[in-house]
């Protein structure tokens, strides 16, 4: 049973970049497209990327265009999210799920997605 762990959170200061993990375990991740969410307190869930199995084509929120880029290593059965130019405004708990093969389902609320992790803190704050 795939299972999913994130990792890389932090603080950082405004302008800041930082890289959060989400290591899979249980099934390889050749199979599957990764989303990634975030969640601020008081605020709803808003999907922040997407990256399919097939192509590793990739989906980005327009709040995170130019500063976020997803990529996967299949190899080490990990997909990451590389955050560059923090602001304040990106301060949440970042989660990854999980569904079969491509993005096609993937929306703010994640709701065709499966297999959550617990979340990593990003705290963009000076």
């Known amino acids: 049973q795939l299972q999913l762990v994130e990792s890389g959170g932090g603080l950082v200061q405004p302008g800041g970049s930082l890289r959060v993990s989400c290591a899979a375990s249980?099934?390889?991740?050749?199979?599957?497209?990764i989303g990634w969410f975030r969640q601020a307190p008081g605020k709803e869930r808003e999907g922040v990327s997407c990256?399919?199995?097939?192509?590793?084509?990739?989906y980005m929120a327009d709040s995170v265009k130019g500063r976020f880029s997803a990529s996967r290593d299949n190899a080490k059965n990990t997909v990451y999210l590389q955050m560059n130019n923090l602001i304040p405004d990106d301060t949440a708990v970042y989660y990854c799920?999980?569904?079969?093969?491509?993005?096609?389902?993937?929306?703010?609320?994640?709701?065709?997605?499966?297999?959550w992790g617990r979340g990593t803190q990003v705290t963009v704050s000076s």
């Open positions: 990256i399919s199995a097939s192509d590793g084509s990739t």
């Open positions: 249980g099934s390889t991740l050749d199979y599957y497209a």
């Open positions: 799920a999980a569904d079969w093969e491509s993005c096609a389902r993937y929306n703010d609320y994640g709701d065709a997605f499966f297999s």
